[in-house]
């Protein structure tokens, strides 16, 4: 059986690295955006839920780890993530942890990170005399 492929010197390369897996995390692709109030995180986590994703909040660090499921057997093409990761995001302003909020939902991480009170725009009147 043969498998043909357009891209052959990618693949080779995802196949030379996940046979030289080690036990260190990867990194875990996210997408942040800000808005006025929060920070919104969107990561792609599939096949993991709730409990196989440890979140943590500390000033203005941001950590998400977990550990996906390993692959059985001998396999053709691993192209699905296999193995632990982590990522740490360092944001410009301080955050509220007892306000954050995350879920998954569809294989997608949602996280939405309060801004601190202290880092939020404050509206000042002036008065007139």
């Not at 410009?92 to 880092?119: H, M």
């Given at each position: 059986m043969f498998y043909i492929t357009t891209a052959p010197r990618r693949y080779a390369r995802r196949w030379v690295a996940h046979s030289t897996e080690t036990?260190?995390?990867?990194?875990?692709?996210?997408?942040?955006?800000?808005?006025?109030q929060a920070y919104l995180l969107t990561a792609y986590v599939p096949g993991l839920k709730a409990e196989d994703v440890n979140i943590q909040i500390l000033e203005d660090t941001v950590t998400i780890a977990g550990k996906y499921g390993?692959?059985?057997?001998?396999?053709?093409?691993?192209?699905?993530?296999?193995?632990?990761?982590?990522?740490?995001?360092?944001?410009?302003?301080?955050?509220?942890?007892?306000?954050?909020?995350?879920?998954?939902?569809?294989?997608?991480?949602?996280?939405?990170?309060?801004?601190?009170?202290?880092?939020?725009?404050?509206?000042?009147?002036?008065?007139?005399?």
């Open positions: 036990d260190a995390p990867r990194p875990l692709p996210v997408d942040l955006r800000e808005q006025e390993q692959h059985e057997g001998q396999a053709l093409l691993c192209e699905l993530p296999a193995g632990s990761f982590r990522r740490a995001l360092r944001l410009p302003t301080a955050l509220d942890a007892s306000q954050a909020e995350a879920r998954i939902e569809n294989g997608v991480l949602t996280l939405r990170l309060p801004k601190a009170e202290s880092a939020r725009p404050r509206v000042i009147k002036v008065a007139a005399k």
